[in-house]
């Protein structure tokens, strides 16, 4: 399987691709867009994007989910852990400036100030990686992966530095064909995507389905139609397969209130939920 990412070697996306497909050919991209233009154009490209994390909330690829509506296939909940990487001559005690993307720098901000770091923004940890690795200045260190460590020759010179110890992201498996895995007693997720006709109490009407069904949502995530302030499009995270009656029910409900309704998946939920 080939598995789009958006970032260079060694980011956080590639290292869960390997993590969870370690069969894969990984495919570098520069944006997300990339990422999921590949995948529509080419069935056998699926992208591996990262949806959320624990500490700094969604990332923000729902347009990209809304513009491009490719299935979901998975979903894994993946560990951030983010280390301090260094030239391998250099120590701790030599870095004065501290490079990595504006989220990482954010999750280790107790570490960084606690070291008294010089911090750089950079468009992303591992290329922050690869720029502390040309540099060859020793006062100069990254917040990034252990694969970076390992592509781009750096030492880590202190590990886990993350203020949260169990930093995660929830990163979402996509691709061009449609696939549904049967249903079975199994813990399952449906991610649907819609947009609410223009009437009073819409929103309202629209989830009572759920509510009478006795069906568990995830996810809502409300975020503005292309060009508008007044019309809205709704992402939904339904615990449950799209073929329980009691989902059924609570689709078939909320279809009435919907000017636009689409499936983007059904898929197995990660373990991590259970937790």
Same mark, same amino acid.
């Given at each position: 399987?080939?598995?789009?990412?958006?970032?260079?070697?060694?980011?956080?996306?590639?290292?869960?691709?390997?993590?969870?497909?370690?069969? /894969?050919?990984?495919?570098?991209?520069?944006?997300?867009?990339?990422?999921?233009? *590949?995948?529509?154009?080419?069935?056998?490209?699926?992208?591996?994007?990262?949806?959320?994390?624990?500490?700094?909330?969604?990332?923000?690829?729902?347009?990209?989910?809304?513009?491009?509506?490719?299935?979901?296939?998975?979903?894994?909940?993946?560990?951030?852990?983010?280390?301090?990487?260094?030239?391998?001559?250099?120590?701790?005690?030599?870095?004065?400036?501290?490079?990595?993307?504006?989220?990482?720098?954010?999750?280790?901000?107790?570490?960084?100030?606690?070291?008294?770091?010089?911090?750089?923004?950079?468009?992303?940890?591992?290329? /922050?990686?690869?720029?502390?690795?040309?540099?060859?200045?020793?006062? +100069?260190?990254?917040?990034?992966?252990?694969?970076?460590?390992?592509?781009?020759?750096?030492?880590?010179?202190?590990?886990?530095?993350?203020?949260?110890?169990?930093? $995660?992201? *929830?990163?979402?498996?996509?691709?061009?064909?449609?696939?549904?895995?049967?249903?079975?007693?199994?813990?399952?997720?449906? /991610?649907?995507?819609?947009?609410?006709?223009?009437?009073?109490?819409?929103?309202?009407?629209?989830?009572?389905?759920?509510?009478?069904?006795? $069906?568990?949502? /995830?996810?809502?995530?409300?975020?503005?139609?292309?060009?508008?302030?007044?019309?809205?499009?709704?992402?939904?995270?339904?615990?449950?397969?799209?073929?329980?009656?009691?989902?059924?029910?609570?689709?078939?409900?909320?279809?009435?209130?919907?000017?636009?309704?689409?499936?983007?998946? $059904?898929?197995?939920?990660?373990?991590?939920?259970? +937790?």
């Amino acid at each position: 399987m080939k598995i789009a990412y958006q970032g260079v070697a060694g980011s956080y996306s590639e290292s869960c691709a390997k993590k969870m497909y370690p069969e /894969s050919e990984t495919i570098p991209c520069k944006t997300f867009d990339e990422c999921f233009e *590949r995948s529509s154009e080419d069935n056998s490209i699926k992208s591996l994007i990262p949806e959320s994390n624990k500490t700094t909330g969604n990332i923000g690829v729902e347009y990209l989910i809304f513009k491009y509506r490719l299935n979901i296939y998975a979903e894994h909940f993946f560990p951030i852990n983010h280390n301090l990487l260094g030239l391998k001559d250099s120590y701790i005690e030599d870095i004065k400036e501290v490079y990595s993307h504006a989220q990482a720098l954010s999750q280790s901000s107790s570490f960084i100030r606690k070291k008294k770091f010089i911090e750089n923004v950079r468009a992303d940890t591992a290329g /922050s990686a690869k720029f502390v690795s040309e540099t060859k200045d020793r006062s +100069k260190a990254a917040i990034a992966s252990s694969l970076s460590a390992e592509i781009y020759g750096l030492k880590i010179l202190q590990e886990n530095i993350q203020d949260d110890k169990d930093n $995660v992201t *929830r990163f979402l498996l996509f691709g061009k064909d449609i696939f549904q895995p049967d249903f079975s007693d199994d813990n399952h997720v449906t /991610s649907i995507l819609f947009k609410l006709k223009n009437k009073p109490a819409a929103l309202y009407s629209a989830l009572s389905g759920f509510a009478i069904n006795g $069906v568990d949502m /995830s996810k809502l995530q409300s975020f503005p139609e292309k060009n508008s302030f007044s019309s809205y499009f709704f992402l939904c995270d339904i615990d449950g397969h799209i073929e329980s009656p009691k989902i059924k029910n609570s689709l078939e409900e909320l279809g009435l209130h919907c000017q636009d309704m689409h499936v983007l998946g $059904v898929y197995k939920s990660d373990i991590f939920r259970k +937790k």
